[in-house]
């Protein structure tokens, strides 16, 4: 059977020119890619809409080396995500995204161009898609993939497409992935006239980061694109042979991410609030949120998070005026409506926790959610509804399963 499947599905990669085992066709590429974009984002941090032109600055470089890659005509999508952690991952079908904690430790437009140009390989070369026919065969299905989810609290309630975006844009890259990404990379920067020496700096940057010097880089970028001395060298090397020199765009990178860069000390104060709140120390944290709110009163997050320290103190009332806060500002957020219905639930306000749990699960769907909305059902006295959200459930895994499972067994004995 595994010889009839590599005889059938063989085709030639569209950057190397190598054959290639090809059993997931072009239409489902970009089936999965554009299915799980949005969900991925969410699962990411949401995207960084307090400054969309950053946003647009970001996909018109991007949109600048798609054209000159070996795919141009992939549906490429560029978005900014608003995380922290130093990251940049593409999906099937071109959908990438960058997240602003890796801007602030760029220099200039061109080593912003050879981190998408990197990306935009993983997308032509059809990287992820080649690791998820790998788990298929293993597995015969991509639900078995194995790739193991980023350390965050929604990591075990993600159900469907969700689970398996964040699973792409998650797992490891191999050494050989990633030096074909670096090489055609550095390529499409020198066809895009910028100086490719940017992507080697970059590189070597990295590398010295990967060494414990910030660990923020090991947990994500580098957690998902291993740096090595091999990669410094090779990109050396192509770069000594085609040459140097080319745009650099520092005074115009250094302005499209002026807000960014004022705006760190909020996000900075944020962060430090959720290390204080994961410590037990509420108090610090409701102090150091406030800051951040007061430095950047439209940002959605840090609602957000006073939301859940003002539930953590047993003040759900001022958990819900935080958490409507977060929803009136990026209501598509899944996160904010999850602890928006969460909270709706714990008042006995039944329309709005069923209204904010539904609209969740429409973009990012979670056993949680599932769940809540089953208690909700049993509430109002609708068995068969309160039956289909158990079940759903009830097909994850851990906690939130086994109490789905005892409840629908409640419900159907």
């Known amino acids: 059977m595994a010889l009839v499947l590599v005889l059938s599905g063989c085709s030639v990669n569209p950057v190397t020119g190598e054959n290639q085992l090809s059993l997931i066709g072009e239409s489902q590429e970009f089936a999965m890619g554009a ?12 995207q960084f809409y307090v400054d ?14 798609a054209r000159v890659s070996d795919r141009p005509d992939l549906p490429y999508e560029f978005v900014v995500l608003n995380s922290g952690v130093p990251n940049a991952w593409a999906l099937p079908g071109g959908k990438i995204a960058i997240n602003r904690g890796l801007l602030t430790q760029l220099s200039d437009e061109a080593q912003l161009a050879s981190v ?10 059809r990287h992820s898609v080649q690791r998820m026919q790998k788990g298929m065969l293993i597995s015969a299905g991509v639900a078995g993939l194995g790739f193991a989810l980023s350390d965050n609290e929604w990591a075990g309630l ?14 490891q890259y191999g050494q050989g992935d990633e030096l074909e990404s670096d090489y055609y990379g550095i390529v499409y920067m020198k066809k895009a006239g910028y ?11 990295f590398l010295q980061l990967s060494k414990g010097q910030q660990a923020g880089f090991v947990d994500g ?23 140097g020199g080319g745009y650099r765009g520092e005074d115009v990178y250094r302005k499209k991410t002026a807000f960014l860069r004022k705006a760190q000390p909020a996000y900075d104060a944020h962060d430090e609030a959720m290390k204080l709140a994961s410590n037990g120390d509420m108090d610090a944290a409701l102090k150091k949120v406030n800051e951040a709110i007061n430095l950047l009163p439209r940002e959605a997050m840090f609602y957000s998070l006073r939301g859940r320290i003002y539930q953590e103190q047993k003040q759900p009332e001022k958990a819900q005026a935080d958490f409507d806060k977060a929803v009136s500002m990026y209501p598509e ?17 039944l329309s709005k926790a069923r209204e904010n749990l539904t609209r969740a699960n429409e973009v990012v769907p979670t056993s949680i959610a599932f769940l809540r909305l089953g208690d909700i059902a049993v509430k109002e006295n609708n068995r068969k509804e309160a039956i289909a959200y158990y079940s759903k459930a009830a097909e994850s895994s851990g906690e939130i399963a086994e109490e789905a499972r005892r409840k629908l067994a409640a419900l159907t004995q």
């Open 333 to 349: 957020m899944f996160m904010y409506r999850i602890h928006n219905g969460l909270t709706a639930l714990q008042l006995n306000n």
């Open 35 to 46: 299915e799980q974009y949005t969900p991925t984002q969410q699962t990411q941090g949401g």
């Open 116 to 125: 998408l140009g990197h990306e935009i390989v993983h997308a032509a070369a």
């Open 221 to 243: 970028l580098f957690a998902t694109h291993p740096p090595s001395a091999k990669r410094v060298q090779e990109n050396s090397k192509l770069v000594a042979r085609i040459g």
């Open 195 to 205: 100086d490719p020496q940017a992507a080697v700096e970059l590189q070597e940057i």
């Open 52 to 65: 969309p032109e950053l946003t647009l600055y970001v996909r018109e470089v991007g949109e600048k080396m």
């Open 158 to 171: 993600l159900m469907g497409g969700a689970a398996v975006g964040a699973q792409l844009a998650l797992a």
